[in-house]
Every structure is written in structure tokens, then in C-alpha cells.
């Protein structure tokens, strides 16, 4: 028996929800027809995973009440840990639920004409300039279900626009924080770098509550405009009983870079994409992701390249640990469009499987139209090398040190990637909690 489609809100609660939040007639429109969309597009169909009984559409609440914390002193310690609280200046933006409670942007980089703004803000002050970027040239409103409902329920999420010719040398960092479990979250995060431009942005999704039964609906869009480059490093760490879509996808100009590290940590059910779409000559695409599944959650990731232009690079990395009664689908696919000569697409994904009935399947796929490139793949798909914690255990390493230290060894490559120590070191504590 599948889950009752029938969407949660009509187009009159859509234009009075945008019209009191004072957002400009395009984006009302705009949510009113992806609305109607979703009532007649078909749900995703991800490779080898069963969604029909999966809730995406039916929850009571598109708004929660949040109260803004005052101070970042009274964060949670499980924020207040990924800040550095001492720094005079900080780049930053905090999301309580659905309510924007914090944002800091240091003077010099507003100066450079660096916008950093809650979504809702960037609407009103912004209009313009967030029209030009949203959902054109990355994630399309009429892809399909989900894709829709999230443009219509847009409901969070941040902007973040650096103009021409200016490198932020000083990481950009949102916490999206979920502490009411009767919270829904349709956030979007669109970043976009001009020419010769070039910014980290690192967020954190962060339950603080064990257990939810709530939807999360994620898409970020990432622009990078010619000789640019985007660092974008995220933890996802969601609660037990959210169902999570996730959408991350990337549109690479001429000799720009997007570099995905990607900690994908939720504790539901999720179901994630992430494109790169390499549009320019010279362009480079690199993802890396680390994956942990337990309990008897099922995850769906799949992580594409695609390459337009000629000479362009791309790179994808995925290693993923299920334990219990956990199952996760890892795609990876590598596509060189015809005329795209001269490009590279590499890939490997690997599965460790820390128990009988957890399930891991790695399928790397190759798309080749074009004949002068070079492509290549590796997976696997296995179980803790009794080699490697023999050679643990008799140095005296007791047998559940060690398959942590393996564990963890396996999961370094792309945990090592992410470029704020405190995001780093969150998504080592829960990688811990997750495997011991």
C-alpha cells in the first residue's frame, strides 16, 4: 500500500504564506504553479530502491515557532561545539527550525559586495538577483514531485552571492538546526561565485532531538562562474524517523572547480542526489562522500558528473559503512557527452558491512559518447579484513578497538576533506556514536 499522495496545502495557504512573508510577485507565481506541477508530475524513481511507501507529502505543520536563542552562548553545546566562540568575526548563519535566528557577515567582505542572507531576506532585498539563479540552471522546479513540492513549500535555507574578482579566504558556515519534532524543512541553499571569484561554504543539518516523524526536503544550487572555485563541505545529521530528500547540484563554467565533501550522516530514511554538471573547457567536478547506515534505515545516494565541456575533470570518491539491519544503493555515474574530447572521469565507491543483514550495493557506471577521454572505475563491496584486525589484535588492541580503527581508516579519505576543523571533528563524533 503506498502513502497517500494528496499534497498538505492549497494554492490560497501558498500565495498567503508568500505574500506575508513580503516576497516579490515572481516567487509567489512561481510557488503557486510548482504546486499545481506536483499535484500531476511523477515522484523520483532512484535505481534500486523502493520509494512508494516512503512519506514525503503528508505532515500537518509547513511552519514552526522557533524563539531566536539571543546569544550565541545559549546555543545547544552540539552547535555551540562547530563554532569557534572566540573569533571577533564570524560568517555565519543559524536556522532554528524554520526561523532564521542568527547571521554575521564581516564587514570587509560586505564591502566586496559579498551577499550572505537568510533565503526570506534575499527574496525581499535581493529580489532581482535571486531570480536570475533560482532554479534555472541547476535543480529545475518540473523535474519532478519532490522537486516541486520543495519550490512550493520553500520554507528556509540561505544565499549566498560573491561578486567578480574577490576570494573569500574565511569559511562561510550555516547550522540548520532541528529541535521540534514537528518540524518540516524545505530549505534552499544557493551559492553563487562570478568570474574569478572563489568561497568555502561548510553547513551543518543537526538534530538535537533522537526521533522525528517529519520530512526534510533539501536542494542546493552551486553556480560557479569562469576561473572560479566553490569548497562546499556539508554534515548531514538528521534524527531517526525523518524522511530526507536531498538534491545538491553543480553547474561548472569555464576552468571553475566545485568540490564536494559530503558527510552523510542522517538517521532515516534519505534518499540523495548530487550532480555536477561540468558546462565549460577546463572545468573540474570532485565529490567526496562518506557514508554511515544503521538501525534498519534505507539510503539511496547517487552521485553523477557529467562533462560538456573539452578537457574537463571529474572525480568521484564514495566510502560507506552499514551495520545492523541497515541498506544503502551507492551510484556512481560518470558521463562524457559527445564533443567533450580530452576529459577524464574517475570513480570508486566502496561498501564495508559491519554485520549479516546489512546490505551494500556499489554500481559505478560509465557513459562514454565521445572517443579521446580517459574513464575508469573501481568498487567493492565486503566485510571487515580479518587481516588487518588480526595484525591490530596482536599488537594488543582489543577486537572492538580495532574494528573501530579500521572502520574509521576506511572512512578517512573523505573525512579528512572537509575544511572546518570543528565540522571535522563533529563528523568524527558521529561517526563514532554511529559504529560503536
Known sequence: MTIETKLPFDKEYISSFSKEMGEPAWLTELRVKALADAETLPMPRPDKTKIDKWNFTQFEKHIVESEDFGSLDNLPEEAKSLIDLDKESKNLYIQRNNRPT????????????????DIFTAAREYGDLLQKYFMKDGVKVDEHRLTALHAALLNGGAFLYVPRNVEVSEPIQAIYLHDDKEANVFNHVLIVTEDNSSVTYVETYLSTIDSAEGVFNIVTEVLAGTNSRVQYGTVDNLAKGITTYVNRRGRAERDSRIEWALGLMNDGNTISENVTNLIGDGSVGDTKTVVVGRGEQKQNFTTSVVHFGKNTEGYILKHGVMKESASSIFNGIGKIEHGATKSNAEQESRVLMLSEKARGDANPILLIDEDDVTAGHAASVGRVDPTQLYYLMSRGIPQTEA???????FLAPVVKELPIEGVKKQLVDVIERKVK
Do not use: N, P, T
Request: aromatic share 4%; glycine share 8%.
Open 403 to 409: 574494528e573501530r580503527l579500521v572502520i574509521h581508516g
Open 102 to 117: 542568527h547571521l554575521s557577515l564581516s564587514k570587509e567582505l560586505q564591502d566586496q559586495g559579498v551577499i550572505f542572507a
